[in-house]
């Protein structure tokens, strides 16, 4: 079964950086798009970035300028950036990857098991 690894979340002051790492635990046929999710206490998850297989980006209009999203494809990484922190960034961070586990299985959507990130004001 493939399983999406987060790292990189903990507590940092306002204006400090993180980056998150989130990989899957083996090898796998193909990864499309990837994306990073986040959701705050008594909010929905939303949208922070994506990325596609060939490096195209999106953001959220909240974090562009502040974070940013790149992949490792031979690595089958995920990485998100953050940097000029505030403290309404803080919120469980989510990882997830649209992946073809083997040839001839469908393309499913798998998440990260989610890391927090507190930025203290």
């Known amino acids: 079964q493939v ?6 979340g ?11 790492s989130c990989a899957a635990s083996q ?4 990864i499309n ?7 705050a206490p008594g909010k929905q998850r939303e949208l922070v970035a994506t990325i596609t297989s060939g490096g195209s980006t999106n953001y959220a209009d909240s974090v562009k300028g502040r974070f ?3 992949r490792d494809n031979a690595k089958n990484t995920v990485f998100l950036q953050m940097n000029s922190l505030k403290p ?3 919120a469980v ?8 586990a083997r040839w001839g299985v469908r393309e499913y959507v798998y ?5 927090q990130v507190t930025v203290s004001s």
């Open 3 to 8: 399983q999406l690894v987060e790292s990189g």
């Open 10 to 20: 903990g507590l940092v002051q306002a204006g400090g950086s993180l980056r998150l």
């Open 27 to 30: 090898r796998v046929f193909s």
């Open 33 to 39: 798009d990837m994306g990073w999710y986040r959701q």
């Open 68 to 70: 940013t999203i790149s």
């Open 88 to 90: 309404e960034d803080t």
């Open 93 to 100: 961070y989510y990882c997830n990857a649209n992946i073809k």
């Open 111 to 115: 998440w990260g098991q989610g890391t």
